[in-house]
């Protein structure tokens, strides 16, 4: 079972950074991708982020140029770094991460959420 704890979210002017961070433990035979998703009240949850094992990088069309995503295989972690945050990047933010267990089961595992609000 792999276990993912986000941090780093809070409560940022327009115009701000906020870098958010997910660490993964847990056995993964494989790994395929890790992302970050987000999820405003009232919609439907939607890709932020993501990059695959071979760090090919894939963004949303509303935070393409404000965000970027990292990953450090060794650490075990996967950063988000947000900038030029507006209000409508207000929500809950995912991370994820989908691999495949040593008897071959894929699966996709998913963060507790951490809030980001972006409010003067």
């Known amino acids: 079972q792999v276990q993912l704890v986000e941090s780093g979210g809070g409560l940022v002017q327009p115009g701000g950074s906020l870098r958010l961070s997910c660490a993964n433990s847990?056995?993964?035979?494989?790994?395929?991708?890790t992302g970050w998703y987000r999820q405003a009240p009232g919609k439907q949850r939607e890709l932020v982020a993501e990059i695959d094992s071979g760090g090919t990088t894939n963004y949303g069309d509303s935070v393409n140029g404000r965000f970027a995503i990292s990953r450090d295989k060794y650490k075990r972690t996967s950063d988000l770094q947000m900038n030029s945050l507006k209000p409508e990047d207000t929500a809950v933010y995912y991370c994820?991460?989908?691999?495949?267990?040593?008897?071959?089961?894929?699966?996709?595992?998913w963060g507790q959420g951490t809030q980001v609000t972006v409010s003067s």
């Open positions: 994820n991460v989908e691999g495949t267990t040593i008897t071959g089961r894929r699966f996709t595992s």
């Open positions: 847990g056995s993964i035979f494989s790994f395929h991708a």
